[in-house]
């Protein structure tokens, strides 16, 4: 069997070219670690360990829940199997 | 299933398409229906890499209609009877119960996914700031009842985190705000990029303070804008960074 090797994009290499140097004034703009609070989690991701049982869905209505914002959209469903804490369908 | 689950609040929704395209990684653990010898386990797994054919499960949320999916690598960590300790990175959209129950076909004993734990998603891994939602309850009740933000700010990432697996450019104070009004990258208002950027890849533009300004599908090359005067480099697709902060210059 052939098959070809693709590279995962985690291990791609990228270098980084300058077309034309240029400064940045501190009148504008905020370093993404100096946001204020709410700034930080209107512009925030959580890297969430997902706990067995719940689905993705159930577990992002949780993390809005308890951050207390308004919307959240998870990065790829984790299944839950048939039968592990859901509603049959 | 656990494991790795980013979630964006709020404005950081518009980028999950970046996590998305930065591909997946689970070990998990296959249980074989019969007898099978350890060198045959593992040329089966190494037969599924590449691109793979999945037809999506009856329970799956996409269209039933056969895909084609990249297998960047899959290997046997362990062995022990008729339990396969296994290690797979794939592109978004695979189904492991899936791949695993093919590779049993293959075997022809049969077999079926066990468990399975998400070690990466994109540029999000279990082995930096992965945080249970405990965490992020204790980190809340830090800040009602003690006034400390210290530690939410800590479970919480910047959305720039999100695009870290993306090709970049880097555009001057100039050229933000048009750009947060819509208006596409042009040649003249980028100062850095990264390279290996290909027309139609999804490209992270950022200022220069480091801040994710918006998510732009290129129309040029690396190399096509290093050396171009003019002319659009980039379409703008999601705006990210608020108007207001930076100068309107037009």
Redesign the interface.
């Known amino acids: ?1 052939t ?8 291990e ?1 290499e ?12 501190d009148k ?6 100096k ?1 204020p ?1 709410k700034d ?13 049982g719940p689905s ?1 869905h159930e ?2 209505a ?2 809005k829940k ?17 039968g592990v804490g859901e509603t049959p ?1 | 299933m656990t494991g790795v689950l980013p979630i964006g609040l709020e404005e950081s929704t518009k980028t999950v398409q970046a996590v998305l395209a930065g591909g997946k990684e689970y070990v998990g653990v296959m249980k074989l229906h019969g007898d099978v010898d350890f060198s045959r386990v593992v040329k089966a797994f190494k037969e599924f890499t590449g691109e793979i054919y999945q037809r999506p499960p009856l329970r799956s949320s996409v269209k039933r209609r056969i895909r084609t999916r990249t297998i960047y690598y899959v290997s046997v960590i362990e062995m022990d009877g008729r339990n396969v300790l296994f290690k797979v990175g794939c592109q978004s959209g695979t189904y492991i119960r899936k791949l695993i129950h093919d590779v049993g076909e293959v075997l022809g004993v049969g077999a079926h996914m066990a468990e399975l734990r998400r070690t990466r998603a994109g540029p999000y891994t279990e082995d930096e700031n992965l945080v249970r939602l405990q965490d992020l309850a204790d980190a809340k009740a830090y800040l009602d009842e003690k006034g400390d933000e210290s530690w939410l700010r800590k479970v919480i990432l910047p959305v720039e985190t999100s695009v870290a697996l993306l090709p970049k450019v880097y555009v001057k104070d100039s050229a933000v705000e048009a750009i947060c009004y819509g208006a596409h990258v042009a040649v003249p208002g980028i100062s850095k990029l990264t390279s290996g950027i290909n027309p139609g890849d999804l490209v992270a533009v950022m200022s220069l303070k480091g801040e994710l300004v918006a998510l732009a599908r290129a129309e040029m090359s690396s190399q096509q804008i290093m050396e171009a005067e003019r002319g659009i480099a980039l379409k703008t697709e999601r705006v990210i960074l608020p108007k207001g902060l930076y100068p309107k210059t037009w």
């Not at chain 1, 504008?28 to 670690?33: A, E, H, S």
């Not at chain 1, 308890?66 to 048939?82: K, R």
């Open positions: 069997m098959y070809k090797k693709v590279a995962p994009p985690w791609v990228r270098r980084l070219l300058v077309r034309e140097e240029a400064e940045t004034s504008y703009g905020i370093p993404p670690d946001r609070l930080h989690i209107r512009f925030g991701y959580v890297n969430l360990d997902k706990p067995a993705s577990v992002t949780w993390v308890i951050l207390g914002v308004s919307h959240a959209g998870h990065g790829g469903t984790l299944e839950t199997p048939p369908l």
